[in-house]
């Protein structure tokens, strides 16, 4: 099977990713292309998304919509993604907000379970489920070589 090329989306490749999202009963925001990383096959099909966004006032940096094709899980595609959007990521922290049995998952990524819960209020919102547990990761400034 072809390995997927995990790269920043094009805009049309973003464009994409937040039309895939809404389909799966995600909401449509303004998605920056800047932001998004994806997953793609050589005929162009998005395998696996995510994205960084700026939510708040406060300029919270988040990870969210992170997806994986069903057909394409268990191969580390979503890890994958998320490496590269930390690595590339200009913010010195960034937060998620996930359901209990994606803590590992995250945590193998360095991502800890915030004792500060910074984007509740203002990001989770009433149809947020109850039971997510906020978690954060700090990312070393990074240097020009």
Known sequence: MTKPEIRRASPDEAAAAELLHAALG???????PDHVWVAVLPDGSIVATAREAEVG????HVVE?????????GRHLGICV?????????????????????VNYYAKLGFKISDK?????????????????VMSISIMEKTDD
């Open 117 to 133: 819960a910074v984007i509740t209020p203002d990001y989770m919102d009433e149809t947020d489920p109850p039971d997510q547990i």
């Open 26 to 32: 995600g909401w449509i925001k303004e998605w920056n």
């Open 57 to 60: 006032a406060r300029g919270v």
């Open 82 to 102: 998320i490496e590269q959007l930390l690595e590339q990521s200009k913010s010195p922290r960034l937060w998620l907000d996930c359901h209990p049995v994606l």
């Open 65 to 73: 919509s992170v997806w994986v094709r069903e057909d394409f899980r």
